[in-house]
C-alpha cells in the first residue's frame, strides 16, 4: 500500500457521502448535516495538512528559516526579520513567542487555508463537490509546503467572498492580508477596480488616484528593482513539467465557463469569473516561457475552478447531472491515484515523517546573510 493511499482514503470517504444523495436524488444527508460534515473534513485535513511532514524543497527552507529566527530570539531576546512576507513573519514569531515547535507553525497555517477552503465550499450549493476538487489536486500542489501561498489564498477566498458581498472594506483587509502573506497575489488588484454589480467600474476620480497610489507603493516595497531582475532570471531558467498539465487544466474550466457563461450571469461574481477566464487563457502561452511562474499565478485562481466545475453538472440538462457529477469524481480519483502511486516525489512520501529532514541539513545563514526568495 502505497504512503500516500491514505488521501485517497479520505477521498473514497468524502464521495460516499457525496453519492449518496446523487444516487437518491436527494440533497437531504449532505445539506441536514452539512456542518458536520465540513467541521469533520476541517479536523481531518488541517491535521494532515499541518502536522505532515513532507519531502518539499520549500518545506525544508521553511523549515530552516524558523530554526534561524528560533535561534535569534533565544540569543538576543528579539525578533530577526527574514526578508520574507509580514504576515507569515508575524505567524512565525507568534508560534516562537509561545516556545512552540515548527509543527505549529505549519498546524496554524493548515487551519486557516483549511477554513477557507470549507468557508468558501459551503457557500456553493454543491459544496462536497469543491472538496473533492481540491483534494484530488492542489491539496497536495498547495499542501507540499508552499506554505506562504497557501495562507494567501486563504485570504483570496475571503476576500472573493467579501467582494461580491459588497463589502468593499473587508475585501481591501483581506486582499492587503494576502499581499503581505506571498506577493504573487497581487495579481487579484484587478477586482480592486471592478464592481460586483451595476457599472463595471467605480467611476470616482479618487478612488482610483488613491488606489493606484496604494498599489504602487506595494509593488516598489514588495518587489525592488533588483529583486524584479532576479525573478526573472530565476524563473526563466526555471521549469516546471507539471505546471504545463496544471495551466492546461485551468485553461479546460477557463473554455467551460465561456461555452455555459450564460449560465452564470446572475451570479453576483459573474464579473470575477469572466476576467479570471481572459486571464487563465492568457497564461497558456506564458507558460511556454515562465512555466513556474505561470504555475503559481494560476494557483490563485482555484476560485474560479470550484465555481466553474462545482456548478457544472447543473449548469447543462438535469438528465445528464447525475453523469457530469460520476464523469467529475472519476477524473479526480484518477488524478489522485495516479499521482499518489506513480509520482517520484509521492513514492517517497510518509504521513507524519519527513524522510528528507532539513535538520540533517547545512542551516544556510551560519555562512550567508541574506537570502533571497524567488516567490
Known amino acids: 500500500?502505497?504512503?500516500?493511499?491514505?488521501?485517497?482514503?479520505?477521498?473514497?470517504?468524502?464521495?460516499?457521502?457525496?453519492?449518496?444523495?446523487?444516487?437518491?436524488?436527494?440533497?437531504?444527508?449532505a445539506q441536514r448535516y452539512k456542518f458536520r460534515i465540513s467541521s469533520s473534513i476541517f479536523f481531518i485535513l488541517t491535521l494532515i495538512i499541518g502536522l505532515k511532514g513532507t519531502i518539499g524543497s520549500d518545506y525544508g527552507s521553511y523549515y530552516l528559516d524558523f530554526i534561524y529566527v528560533k535561534e535569534y530570539y533565544e540569543d538576543n531576546f528579539q525578533?530577526?526579520?527574514?526578508?520574507?512576507?509580514?504576515?507569515?513573519?508575524?505567524?512565525t514569531n507568534l508560534v516562537i513567542s509561545t516556545e512552540l515547535t515548527y509543527n505549529y507553525l505549519s498546524l496554524l497555517i493548515g487551519a486557516i487555508f483549511i477554513a477557507s477552503i470549507i468557508f468558501f465550499a459551503c457557500k456553493e450549493k454543491d459544496y462536497l463537490l469543491i472538496i473533492?476538487?481540491?483534494?484530488?489536486?492542489?491539496?497536495?500542489?498547495?499542501?507540499?509546503?508552499?506554505?506562504?501561498?497557501?495562507?494567501?489564498?486563504?485570504?483570496?477566498?475571503?476576500?472573493?467572498?467579501?467582494?461580491?458581498?459588497?463589502?468593499?472594506i473587508l475585501s481591501f483587509l483581506f486582499f492587503i492580508l494576502a499581499v503581505l502573506s506571498h506577493k504573487f497575489s497581487i495579481c487579484y488588484c484587478f477586482l480592486m477596480f471592478i464592481r460586483p454589480k451595476g457599472n463595471w467600474f467605480y467611476l470616482n476620480i479618487y478612488f482610483y488616484v488613491v488606489l493606484l497610489i496604494g498599489l504602487a507603493v506595494i509593488s516598489f516595497k514588495i518587489f525592488p528593482e533588483n529583486d524584479l531582475l532576479y525573478y526573472l532570471e530565476v524563473y526563466t531558467s526555471e521549469f516546471s513539467k507539471g505546471a504545463y498539465y496544471r495551466i492546461l487544466a485551468f485553461t479546460i474550466c477557463a473554455l467551460l465557463f465561456f461555452s455555459y457563461k450564460s449560465n452564470f450571469k446572475k451570479r453576483s461574481d459573474y464579473r470575477y469569473l469572466y476576467l479570471s477566464a481572459n486571464i487563465l487563457l492568457l497564461l497558456l502561452p506564458l507558460s511556454l516561457i515562465f512555466s513556474t511562474m505561470a504555475d503559481r499565478i494560476a494557483s490563485y485562481f482555484l476560485p474560479f475552478v470550484f465555481i466553474v466545475l462545482g456548478n457544472l453538472p447543473d449548469t447543462l440538462n438535469k438528465v445528464y447531472s447525475k453523469k457530469i457529477k460520476f464523469f467529475l469524481v472519476f477524473v479526480l480519483f484518477t488524478h489522485l491515484f495516479l499521482w499518489t502511486n506513480l509520482s517520484y516525489q509521492a513514492q517517497y512520501y510518509v504521513p507524519f515523517h519527513m524522510l528528507d529532514k532539513p535538520s540533517d541539513k547545512i542551516n544556510p545563514y551560519k555562512y550567508m546573510n541574506e537570502r533571497k526568495y524567488c516567490c
Open 1 to 29: 500500500m502505497a504512503p500516500f493511499n491514505i488521501f485517497l482514503i479520505i477521498f473514497i470517504l468524502t464521495t460516499v457521502v457525496y453519492f449518496t444523495d446523487v444516487i437518491f436524488n436527494k440533497q437531504e444527508l
Open 79 to 91: 525578533f530577526k526579520s527574514q526578508s520574507l512576507d509580514f504576515v507569515y513573519e508575524f505567524l
Open 132 to 168: 473533492l476538487i481540491f483534494l484530488s489536486y492542489h491539496y497536495f500542489i498547495l499542501g507540499m509546503g508552499y506554505i506562504r501561498q497557501g495562507l494567501s489564498i486563504a485570504f483570496i477566498l475571503f476576500f472573493i467572498n467579501s467582494w461580491r458581498n459588497q463589502k468593499i
